[in-house]
């Protein structure tokens, strides 16, 4: 079986998520994740990558790393780049209007990330953001 | 992700197959957008072919609804997998968009 390496660095563009997510269906192959479930990692994982693509490095390019590992039945994704400090669950939950003049276009990155793992952490350490997003194998029949 | 455009009466349907993400998403508005500024004012959007979506193509979505409905048009979905469907609940927008099961019925409705 081919090796997965534990993380990846790579320049933070939108052009790179193609990697990232390879990177992260390699893991959740690795882990067993129920192909739902899968999803659900694929999907904050890249809300959280492309928020940092839009808005960590406003001056300059930077990079991102992405390691992975494995806790149980669960898969362990931890995202870190040297932007501009940003914590995403200092968000409070969005507000959705249900009509269409009222509600905004933007906002929903954060939310969907939040909602459809089973854990996130956030750490601000030294220059870095270190995002965690925690998935289990497969959701519990209450969520 | 694969689009394809087809007319019937004044209803243009757009047919997505693949990934709804961040990396198409600036294609899928595109042709949209040219649809709309050509003078369409139905818009089926078919997501038969999408098992993946996220916040990327919602934004898509809604921004074509709300440039729409400035023109008195409307964006209507229909054929979404479970997955896309759970994505737009949890989003809350299936309240904001009129979505069919099926091809035909989005038709008939406009």
Known sequence: M??????????????NLDKVNRFVHQWSKKVGLSSQSEKDILLAVEEAYVNITKYAYPESTGRVTIYSRIDKDRLIIKIKDEGIPFNPLQFAKAEF????KERKVGGLGIFLMRNFVDGVEYERKGKCNLLTLIKKKSRGIFN | MQINQKKEGEVYTF???????AHSAGEVEEKLDLAVSQGAQKLLVDLSGVEYISSAGLRVLLAIAKKLKEKEGQIKLCCLQPYVKEVFDVAGLTQIFKIYGTHQEGIDSF
């Open chain 2, 15 to 21: 047919f997505l197959n693949g990934r709804f993400d």
């Open chain 1, 97 to 100: 209007n249900t009509s269409l």
């Open chain 1, 2 to 15: 081919e090796k997965i390496p534990s993380s990846i660095t790579l320049k933070a563009s939108l052009e």
